[in-house]
């Protein structure tokens, strides 16, 4: 069973000051995504790595992708208020079906001034 | 291009009751998904739909939940005698076509039951 584990799961941040979240996962996948949730809102697309080494980047945010160590990290560059969030990892079934998405629990992010 | 519409937003029943959740995917999309979200927990995948089919429902309790997506209209997810712990968020997603190396799936607002 694939199992995605982030952490950490909270992470209370000062603005201007940079931090990276993790997400683990268990079998292999090549497809990673990372979604941004509000309080009481939907899940909104960030990025999605396709391959060993991919990189992306949009403002503050840049992620990253190891298949080899089953590793994503999301770096925070120089963190403001409006970055405060539910962070989500999630992967799909590469080895079997590519649409059951397996999310990870999330990671609560206040950026505080 | 509307996003993936759900409705209603917020749903409260009492136990025993029947929850319905309506989902209508975005404008080409032929593909749906449900998850559900309990509180300070990422989202479990519930069941994958195309028209008229359900392609894959092991996400999904064995007795009361059922889901269609009919040829015409929205995706319905239903729940027969909601009990408490049926409260949760309930979204829904929908993806283009298969065939594309990968899967990005588009999410819908989210329906948010509580069961009294």
């Known amino acids: 069973e694939l199992k995605v584990e982030q952490n950490p799961l909270f992470l209370s941040m000062q603005e201007e000051k940079n931090y990276t979240i993790y997400c683990n996962y268990s079998?292999?996948?090549?497809?990673l995504y990372w979604y941004r949730q509000d309080p009481g809102k939907s899940l909104e697309s960030l990025f999605v790595l396709l391959s060993n080494g991919a990189v992306k980047q949009e403002g503050r945010l840049m992620a990253s992708l190891d298949t080899k160590a089953r590793l994503s990290t999301l770096h925070i560059t120089a963190a403001v208020h409006d970055l405060s969030a539910t962070y989500f990892c999630a992967v799909d079934n590469s080895g079997g079906s590519n649409y059951k998405l397996t999310f990870g629990k999330g990671t609560l992010l206040t950026v505080n001034p | 291009n509307a996003g993936v519409m759900q409705n209603p937003r917020h749903l409260v029943r009492r136990r025993g009751q029947e929850a319905r959740l309506r989902c209508s995917p975005m404008k080409g999309h032929s593909h749906v998904y449900w998850y559900r979200q309990l509180p300070e927990e990422g989202l479990k995948f519930m069941v994958y739909l195309q028209k008229e089919n359900i392609i894959d429902e092991s996400g999904m309790p064995k007795e009361r939940f059922s889901a269609e997506f009919p040829k015409e209209g929205p995706s319905i997810l239903r729940i027969q005698q909601v009990v408490r712990g049926d409260s949760a968020a309930y979204f829904c997603a929908s993806s283009p076509s298969q065939g594309l190396t990968y899967n990005e799936q588009f999410f819908g607002p989210g329906t948010r039951l509580t069961v009294l």
């Open positions: 079998t292999t996948s090549d497809r």
